[in-house]
């Protein structure tokens, strides 16, 4: 069986501030990680995803994530956050979604 | 690629009625997945079909819930006599499933509202 856990339904980050949105996974085999985003009122869109390679993973919009193994984390980052990178976050094993964080950067 | 579309974007029904709901995935893409998402909740997975075969269905889905992938293209979802707990978006994704690159491209929905 496959799970992701977001542990934060809500996280408020100032303009310019680094963003950190947080996600722990569990899965046997190999960890197919992604991050989608949801905008309001606009279909959810595919950030970035991790198969293999390299454990910091670029993706859409200047955001990254970090696989972390041992740690069995995939956390979503990017160094300045903007107000238009306020949305809903989900991280996903394969097809399996988790609960979602809400995103708010503040002016 | 016109994206994946979904029909239609919103229905309203009573209670007792079935409802079908019908996606279009883009047209190279094999892998077809059906979601459900209340607000404020991440998308729920209700099955998926590989070309025409389903290949899985969640153990939570009621019964009342049926999809079909017929030809391997479009899909529709039906729900036979509709709850009031069954109000929720409807999300259809699709993907070319590859090795291990597999990426869902999601239509914008249809909102049931169940009276």
């Known amino acids: 069986a496959q799970s992701v856990a977001q542990p934060e339904d809500q996280v408020n980050v100032a303009e310019g501030n680094p963003l950190t949105v947080k996600c722990t996974y569990s899965v046997s085999g190999n960890p197919y990680l992604f991050w989608y985003v949801q905008y309001p009122n606009r279909g959810l869109q595919f950030l970035l995803k991790y198969i293999t390679g390299d454990n910091l993973v670029k993706g859409s919009y200047g955001f990254e994530a970090e696989f972390n193994k041992s740690q069995t984390s995939f956390h979503l980052k990017k160094p300045s956050a903007l107000v238009s990178d306020s949305a809903l976050y989900f991280c996903?094993?394969?097809?399996?979604f988790g609960t979602g964080t809400s995103l708010t950067v503040i002016p | 690629d016109t994206g994946v579309s979904q029909d239609p974007r919103h229905k309203i029904t009573k209670r007792g009625q079935n409802v079908t709901f019908r996606c279009d995935p883009i047209?190279?893409?094999?892998?077809l997945y059906w979601y459900r998402q209340t607000l404020g909740q991440g998308p729920e997975f209700l099955t998926y079909f590989q070309n025409e075969a389903q290949l899985e269905k969640s153990r939570l889905l009621s019964d009342r819930f049926s999809a079909e992938r017929p030809k391997g293209s479009f899909s529709t979802l039906e729900i036979q006599r509709t709850e009031q707990g069954d109000s929720a978006m409807y999300l259809c994704?699709?993907?070319?499933?590859?090795?291990?690159?597999?990426?869902?491209?999601f239509g914008s929905g249809t909102q049931l509202s169940v009276l």
């Open positions: 047209s190279e893409h094999n892998r």
């Open positions: 994704a699709s993907s070319l499933a590859e090795a291990t690159n597999e990426k869902l491209f």
């Open positions: 996903a094993v394969r097809a399996i």
